[in-house]
């Protein structure tokens, strides 16, 4: 087992960056065979990662986000679980180049500095923790490639309405599969958000309830931000539920709620006090 970790590693960045190359040659040329070859790839890349951060958690007896080197393995596994899902269910193949591309970043830099311990603090070992750390990042990490997709929608309906469509814009999904991978991303990040706050708040009113946790629980400003973020795409949601909101609306709710949760969380990090400072 202490062999298998370093090996697997140095074979990650090697396998996200075979699932890059394989969807960008799927998305500038297609090819048939890169259409069955790069989805078995992420798939099966999924699968070693998920391995890969078990054995971590196991063998060192922690959720491995205890430095910054372990949380990006984490969001590279995250991002690349949520793409893979949304490609499976939806059945777009031509973005997996652009999704990708980020994880291969985190993963490499996860791979080269990446430091464990078994000296963690005690609140890293907690299954509640695991449940709610997991969730969360599964959930922001949906909720960013809605964003992307946001992006990609925006971009190709204002080429659309230029007549100006590039060689990349005429390789993306028409409009109507943007807007499916759009939807899809901000229901399953909200989703996982949802059972991330409700977890949160079960697990740390049991320890405000036995005296292990100080301060004010409801006043945190990360779990403040989160909730607002996490309502704002609840209305947008709804908005495009009940109130039949275009989809070209809600890409751009997309796009600006997660720049919201960017600022809001960099600005939480910098200038304000928070329990959540571990994660």
């Known amino acids: 087992m202490s062999l298998l970790l370093p090996l697997l590693n ?29 989805p078995r790839i992420a798939r099966t890349l999924v699968a070693i990662h998920a391995a890969y951060l078990i054995l971590e958690g196991v063998t060192f007896a922690h959720v491995p986000v205890a430095n ?5 393995t984490f969001i590279a596994f995250a991002l690349t679980a949520v793409y893979v899902a949304l490609e499976w269910r939806l059945g777009t193949r031509t973005t997996g180049v652009f999704l990708l591309a980020p994880p291969l970043v985190f993963q490499i830099a996860s791979s080269a500095f990446v430091t464990h311990t078994r000296e ?18 599964l959930g922001f990490a949906a909720l960013t ?46 989703v996982n ?24 629980f409801l006043g945190d400003p990360k779990f403040i931000s989160t909730v607002v973020i996490w309502a704002l795409y609840g209305a947008s949601l709804t908005g495009r539920l009940i109130f039949r909101w275009p989809s070209k609306r809600l890409a751009l709710v997309s796009v600006f709620t997660f720049v919201l949760m960017l600022v809001s969380s960099m600005g939480i990090s910098l200038f304000l006090e928070s329990f959540h400072q571990f994660e």
């Open 10 to 38: 140095i074979l990650l960045p090697l396998g996200y960056l075979l699932a890059v190359l394989s969807y960008g040659v799927l998305f500038f040329s297609e090819p048939a065979w890169a259409h069955k070859v790069a």
């Open 68 to 72: 910054m080197w372990e949380a990006f």
């Open 120 to 137: 963690v603090d005690e609140i890293l070992r907690s299954s509640w923790f695991g449940v709610h750390v997991t969730t969360a990042l």
């Open 145 to 190: 490639i809605a964003a992307v997709y946001g992006m990609m929608y925006t971009m190709l309906y204002r080429s659309l309405k230029r007549g100006q469509v590039g060689l990349v814009f005429r390789r993306l999904p028409d409009l109507e599969a943007l807007a499916r991978l759009n939807w899809h991303a901000i229901l399953v990040g909200w």
């Open 193 to 216: 958000l949802t059972v991330a706050i409700a977890v949160g708040m079960i697990w740390v009113s049991g320890l405000e309830a036995r005296g292990e946790l100080a301060g004010n």
